[in-house]
């Protein structure tokens, strides 16, 4: 069930070329979420019910998301925009995936 739901939402996210001067934008579902620190996003399965997902589904959603160009992600408020937004992806995966294996104490 969960590899059905992380296809669906990696197909949620879309990824658009906008100008010269930008790589790109990743626009997000709910997958991927830019919170206040706008250095950083996390992931969850559930963002409303605050269910978290697995190292596994998060190396999944880094290395899909990874094959883009782009560099800002835009989240579902206003003033929720990364830039530098491929690098603040994967460091974000990456420290998500090490706190849930116990490091980042």
């Known amino acids: 069930m969960?590899?059905?739901?992380?296809?669906r939402n990696c197909r949620s996210a879309?990824?658009?070329s906008v100008s010269d001067t930008h790589a790109g934008v990743l626009l997000?579902?709910?997958?991927?979420?830019?919170?206040e620190d706008?250095?950083?996003?996390?992931?969850l399965w559930s963002y409303p019910q605050l269910i978290p997902l697995d190292a596994a589904s998060v190396e999944e959603i880094a290395r899909r998301v990874g094959r883009f160009r782009f560099d800002r992600v835009y989240g579902g408020w206003w003033s929720h925009v990364v830039v530098d937004?491929?690098?603040?992806?994967?460091?974000s995966a990456r420290r998500y995936i090490a706190r849930l294996q116990g490091g980042l104490s």
């Open 2 to 7: 969960l590899g059905h739901d992380l296809r």
């Open 14 to 16: 879309g990824v658009r």
């Open 28 to 35: 997000i579902g709910d997958t991927i979420m830019v919170v």
């Open 38 to 43: 706008h250095r950083w996003v996390s992931f």
């Open 85 to 91: 937004a491929a690098e603040v992806v994967q460091r």
